[in-house]
């Protein structure tokens, strides 16, 4: 934990929030928060004079919770059944709006909670829905007016503070005492549930969202032993409460599989038998398409996660495992510490609510490539097989039929190529991170430019799956990122990528390319690349590499590159 | 109710406390950690923290509801959060006084 890099944030609070900086500060889970606040009370002021002592340095996490009678005087009013005043709760909503918007320009995320009241406000009781002044009806309002307001704004994010409420119990979430004696809103188990959510925020924000959940079969993606009782006799479904949960649970895993998340197998099992559940029970909510792959055998499960894990060109660290044995759980952790292995509830019926605790998931967006993941990686099982029938590997290449397809960074692609360009850590020359707001910034400069690549095949779309920028720089176009996903590399789209770049700089007038790789402890695969099959010198150093244009650079045979 | 199942709630409470603490600030975990004695380390934020949590936890583990907030002790809260131990007195005096608290929360 003391390896990893500080992340500083900055509070700006209408009340006492020490006591989340200190939560925050003080866990031993990731990321490593270095937390300052704001002076409480001073929420406007705070957001909208960088000149405050608070803006010093620069933060990387701007976290802004307000109180919404504080904030927006209106809402004062609303709490003593008085009209909220001529220019109405909008204006202020909006004006508080206009505060963070200028806020988000001085962090790289920002995160605003959501407004709540103390459960015990009932406003105006059995009309407090129903009429205009109600104040349940006005937050819901208001809050609504802030998302909307805040959702074009790419590096804000809005949590739900009423999420932590209900999690925390009325009793626990608000107690006057706390107030009246030191101006603290929130009881302490709210501001745990606060910190837990912040912590995945950023995380997910940083690219560091888990992606992939390894399960187990019998006893945890339904009940009983399929290899003793056959595929009719296992528990899913059904008129039996925990047939419903083991098919709650698929359901969940389903979702999860909706936002982007892959799901593997890993079971000790017989493979047919095994595969045959999976195809053929009538009410099994996850089929084998829903899966990107799996290892059903007899073998160590720590082995069978990391031959899978690598077979999916993923880390350890992108994981998590689920298994209802203990023993199993216990073994994978130990082996595979990157590996994120829950404790798991002995009680079914728990099976969903314990697979909707896990924040590991959360993502700062959602493209159309995270939609399509799994599919992505059942065609890559098509193709693997393709490659296993062909004779030779351009014979492979060949009849893949593969298109590059490139374009200039945009505003419609701009969220999957900052997505790409936060996640890649393999084929990555330079492994910049940036948010979409920096990266489209950086473009904007005069000679520079990025470039998107998208790449089909005969057997499907695999999207968005490369990144390139270029710098001009005297007589030299300077290559400074080349990313590219581990989905298409080794199809020659790596080559096809530099062709283009040799294009490009060459009508910015440049006469050579220069690219310099940055070691991680990662991107080895990218310096093999640049030596073996670049077509680029490599310098003494043995980290820059150069090509004259007076050479032209073919696109690879077999790859078409078209301009889109 | 007796003094060493009070004082274990203290203890508990000042580890709860702790975790929002930063490091230079963390109390002493023990029947012998001092409070707010000139050596102690609890400052007036810290004060009202662990009221709190100390109200909670004697309702939730101890189903005793308690009110540490009441005038007299406020007053000179030097006094009864001088140490763990002259705490612990206390709300045994309370508790054994019958004075009920006005509850943990709301």
């Known amino acids: 934990m003391n390896d990893l890099p500080v992340v500083h944030g900055l509070l700006i609070s209408d009340f006492n929030a020490q006591n ?95 407004w709540t009241l103390p459960t015990y406000e009932r406003g105006l009781g059995l009309i407090d829905w129903k009429s205009e002044q109600g104040l349940a009806r006005q937050l819901a309002s208001a809050n609504l007016r802030l998302v909307e307001n805040l959702q074009v704004l790419p590096n804000v994010y809005v949590l739900d503070a009423a999420r932590w409420m209900a999690l925390t119990g009325a009793e626990h979430a608000y107690n006057p005492k706390l107030w009246y004696l030191g101006k603290i809103a929130f ?73 982007g998340v892959l799901l593997g197998i890993v079971s000790k099992n017989d493979e047919q038998i095994a595969l045959e559940a999976i195809r053929r029970h009538p009410e099994m909510v996850l089929r084998l398409e829903d899966f990107a792959a799996w290892r059903v055998n007899w073998d160590d499960k720590a082995a069978n996660v990391r031959a899978l894990v690598t077979e ?89 039929e593969t298109r590059v397809i490139v374009e200039p960074l945009s505003a419609v692609n701009l969220p999957r190529t900052a997505q790409l360009l936060n996640k890649t850590n393999q084929m990555n020359l330079a492994t910049r991170r940036l948010t979409e707001a920096e990266l489209q910034a950086w473009a904007s400069e005069q000679g520079r430019g990025v470039w998107t690549f998208r790449v089909q095949d005969r057997f499907g779309d695999s999207g968005l799956t490369g990144i390139a920028s270029l710098q001009r720089e005297r007589e030299s176009a300077r290559i400074v990122d080349f990313v590219l996903s581990c989905r298409v590399m080794g199809r020659r789209v790596e080559e096809t990528i530099l062709s283009y770049l040799a294009q490009a700089a060459r009508e910015l007038g440049a006469r050579q390319l220069d690219a310099t790789y940055l070691p991680t402890s990662k991107n080895g695969v990218c310096l093999t690349f640049w030596k073996e099959r670049s077509g680029f010198e490599q310098l003494p150093d043995g980290e820059a590499f150069r090509r004259s244009l007076d050479l032209p650079y073919a696109t690879p045979a077999g790859v078409e590159l078209v301009r889109g | 109710m007796n003094v060493d199942l009070i004082t274990q709630q203290i203890v508990d409470a000042l580890g709860e406390l702790n975790q929002q603490l930063p490091p230079e600030s963390r109390m002493e975990t023990s029947p012998e950690a001092l409070l707010l004695a000139p050596e102690g380390k609890l400052d007036s934020l810290g004060l009202v923290n662990l009221i709190l949590l100390i109200e909670e936890r004697m309702a939730s583990q101890l189903s005793t509801e308690i009110s540490l907030t009441d005038d007299r002790t406020l007053a000179q809260p030097q006094v009864a959060f001088h140490d763990v131990a002259s705490l612990a007195q206390h709300i045994l005096l309370l508790v054994d006084a019958g004075v009920a608290g006005d509850g943990a929360g709301q």
């Open chain 1, 20 to 114: 989340l900086a200190g939560l925050l500060d003080n866990s031993p889970e990731p990321p490593r928060f270095a937390i300052r606040h704001a002076p409480f009370g001073q929420v406007m002021q705070a957001l909208t004079d960088p000149t405050m002592d608070c803006w010093q340095p620069q933060p990387e996490v701007l976290i802004v919770w307000t109180r919404p009678q504080s904030v927006l005087p209106g809402f004062q009013r609303l709490l003593e059944n008085a009209r909220p005043g001529a220019e109405g709760l909008s204006a202020q909503v909006d004006a508080f709006s206009e505060a963070v918007r200028a806020a988000s320009t001085r962090a790289r995320w920002v995160l605003v909670m959501t």
């Open chain 1, 312 to 400: 999916l060109n993923l880390g350890l660290q992108s994981t998590v495992f689920i298994d209802d044995n203990p023993i199993e759980r216990s073994r994978v952790r130990q082996a595979l510490p990157e590996v994120l292995v829950p404790e798991w509830p002995e009680d079914t019926l728990y099976y969903r609510r314990a697979l909707q605790a896990l924040t590991c998931f959360d993502a700062p967006t959602i493209t159309e490539e995270d939609l399509e993941r799994t599919r992505l990686y059942v065609t890559e099982r098509q193709r693997a097989a393709a490659r296993e029938e062909s004779q030779t590997f351009d014979e492979w290449l060949r009849s893949l």
């Open chain 1, 187 to 259: 009881g302490a188990r709210v501001f745990q549930q606060a910190a837990q959510d912040i912590r995945a925020a950023v995380l997910a924000a940083d690219g560091k969202a888990r992606k992939l959940v390894l399960l187990d079969l019998d006893d945890t993606l339904w009940g009983g032993i399929v290899g003793d009782v056959g595929w009719e006799g296992i528990r899913l479904g059904g008129h039996d409460a925990i047939g419903e949960a083991f098919l709650d649970f698929q359901s969940g895993l389903k979702a999860l599989k909706n936002r």
